[in-house]
């Protein structure tokens, strides 16, 4: 391998010292130094209008040929609503796209062929036309009005209110991991400031808050299929990226600006461990916003259900707080401290 990239580097390097060669004899030639050999020019103009072509035909054959082997890498098994309408969308830009740069790339080439400089031919001086301007100004505008429409539609719909019966999960990136937090049964969960976060508590979550009592934080996300799911994310630190590629599902976290995102698994993972033949296939979330060295290792493990295992794993979480009792004590006491800070200020303010 390493013979080989020798190799063709000093093949590339002898080809740029020719082509050097070709725009120094060119140069000459055009300040007139150096008269143009006869015939010369006409059979470069050949050589490299026939090169030209065998780009087009080789470059495209190795492009047809690349689009079809990584087809299976490129379209990941889809296992949510929403990702239909992703996917749709996707690849009706694509073929819009891919039937003008397929036509341009063949008009480009084929035309660096038929007109190459002949000593005989002249260019055909053509300023202007009003009519063409419109024709080609015009389609363009309305086919990309059209997919931008299309796409604001999908849009609406993928980031409208998620429904009132969603299962909540807070997903909070930091570097380099992530961590979530689940309400318990009140279906709510506490308030969080990044103020309390410490070795123990990394989430900063207010144990003071009666709703965040119940609350837990699992190794792995677990999901029910068939029901909708609301990612609240956030970030610690930096800029992360929550990113579910087999359910269409990409949000960035940002510090200080929490952001959402829901949908609906309509696959379990046992169900795409038979479509794909892996037994050991697991939907990871995994991070799409280089955040640091460790950024490779913000993988995490989420596992679809069926809504009745769900319920059983859900019922077999033990709150947080339970598993770690000294932050209730650290709570009660900081909000007794509070409180005789409240009445000392309130005193203050009497005496004057």
Same mark, same amino acid.
């Given at each position: ?15 740029? #010292?020719? *082509? =050097? !060669?070709? &725009? /120094?004899?060119? %140069? ?22 026939? #090169?030209? *072509? =065998? !780009?087009? &035909? /080789?470059?495209? %054959? ?44 063949i008009l ?102 009666p709703n ?136 203050v303010k009497?005496?004057?």
């Amino acid at each position: 391998m390493i013979t080989f990239a020798i190799g063709l580097s000093i093949v590339l390097l002898l080809v740029i #010292l020719f *082509l =050097l !060669f070709r &725009i /120094g004899t060119l %140069a000459s030639i055009f300040r007139g130094s150096t008269q143009r050999a006869v015939g010369t020019t006409k059979t470069s103009n050949k050589v490299n209008g026939a #090169l030209l *072509l =065998l !780009f087009l &035909i /080789g470059g495209g %054959a190795a492009f047809a040929w690349s689009f079809a082997d990584a087809w299976d890498d490129m379209n990941q098994p889809l296992a949510s609503v929403h990702g239909a309408w992703t996917d749709s969308l996707f690849w009706t830009t694509m073929i819009v796209i891919g039937i003008v740069f397929v036509i341009t790339q063949i008009l480009l080439f084929v035309y660096s062929y038929k007109y190459q400089h002949k000593d005989e031919k002249r260019a055909y001086y053509y300023p202007h036309n009003n009519k063409l301007e419109i024709v080609w100004t015009m389609i363009p505008a309305v086919v990309m009005a059209l997919l931008v429409f299309a796409g604001w539609k999908t849009w609406a719909n993928i980031t409208s209110a998620a429904p009132a019966d969603a299962v909540v999960v807070e997903v909070m990136g930091k570097q380099f991991s992530w961590l979530v937090r689940y309400p318990g049964s009140d279906g709510k969960l506490g308030e969080a400031n990044v103020h309390l976060i410490d070795a123990t508590n990394e989430m900063g979550v207010d144990f003071s808050d009666p709703n965040a009592m119940d609350d837990f934080m699992p190794r792995e996300i677990h999901v029910p299929k068939g029901k909708p799911v609301l990612l609240k994310i956030r970030s610690r630190d930096v800029i992360h990226s929550v990113f579910l590629p087999h359910f269409r599902v990409k949000m960035d976290a940002v510090p200080g600006m929490p952001t959402k995102f829901w949908f609906v698994p309509s696959k379990s993972t046992a169900e795409m461990r038979t479509e794909t033949g892996n037994a050991e296939f697991n939907y990871e979330v995994a991070c799409t916003e280089i955040c640091g060295r460790g950024h490779f290792a913000m993988r995490f493990i989420l596992v679809v259900d069926e809504p009745e295992e769900y319920e059983e794993w859900l019922a077999s979480q033990t709150p947080f707080i339970e598993q770690n009792p000294q932050l209730l004590t650290k709570f009660t006491n900081d909000t007794k401290d509070q409180v005789v800070l409240e009445k000392s200020t309130e005193e203050v303010k009497t005496e004057l």
